[in-house]
């Protein structure tokens, strides 16, 4: 089945940097690559997402990139902000059953003024 | 937008009772949702795919006799911890599957807080 892996685990950022998450997958098959950002103790909510068939999204101070070849995909995120602080989940379509998702373990991402 | 509800978002039960939790899709209909468990600082762990109008289908290990799953319409999908135990005690989170522009796209609820004395 699909494996993905997060990194890096926690990233604490200074107001106004940048921020960058790193996911990588093993199903070749793969086409679509979520981002979820959950707050503490709230719902997960997706901030973003990307297909296969392109490289690169954007979306105001979010974007994710994706490199087929190697398996991975990154969100970045820039000029972050205090309310940047939350938990970011990445996920890839699980291959065992339609619809289903396989996680990243999570980074924990700590914006400080 | 796509908006899940999901009802209780707090529960303290005694050992040994059961547990009902409502996960609702309010402006969308959802034939697939799933119900995952999350533990402290933890990812998603998928529990069960909840299906409309047929069985649910649980992940490895997942007890289907203690974790009871219905979803009887294409809005509304139910767990219910049966014989409740300290260590169910869990933050659990549904979510329902929405197609957008071609692609199927989950949608979480809010998640319950199971606290089992």
């Known amino acids: 089945g699909e494996n993905v892996e997060q990194h890096p685990s926690t990233l604490s950022v200074q107001e106004g940097d940048s921020a960058v998450i790193k996911c990588t997958y093993s199903?070749?098959?793969?086409?679509?690559f979520p981002w979820y950002k959950q707050e503490l103790g709230k719902r997960p909510q997706l901030i973003i997402d990307i297909r296969s068939n392109v490289g690169e999204k954007k979306d105001q101070r979010i974007a994710v990139t994706l490199n087929k070849t190697a398996k991975h995909f990154s969100l970045h995120i820039t000029e972050t902000q205090p309310e940047d602080s939350a938990v970011y989940f990445c996920a890839a379509p699980r291959t065992d059953s339609w619809g289903k998702l396989q996680f990243g373990a999570g980074t924990q991402v700590v914006v400080t003024p | 937008g796509a908006v899940v509800s999901q009802h209780p978002s707090w529960v303290i039960c005694k050992s040994g009772t059961s547990v009902k939790i409502e996960c609702r899709s309010l402006d969308f209909q959802a034939t697939t949702m799933f119900w995952y468990r999350q533990f402290p600082k933890q990812s998603l762990m998928l529990m069960a795919t909840?299906?409309?109008?047929?069985?649910?289908?649980?992940e490895q290990g997942v007890e289907k006799d203690k974790f009871l799953i219905n979803h009887a319409s294409l809005t509304l999908s139910t767990l219910t911890v049966t014989s409740a135990h300290p260590e169910d005690s869990s933050f659990y989170i549904c979510?329902?599957?929405?197609?957008?522009?071609?692609?199927?796209?989950?949608?979480f609820g809010a998640g319950t807080r199971l606290s089992v004395l």
């Open positions: 909840s299906n409309e109008g047929s069985k649910a289908t649980y």
């Open positions: 979510s329902a599957n929405r197609l957008a522009g071609g692609q199927n796209i989950q949608y």
């Open positions: 199903d070749s098959a793969s086409n679509y």
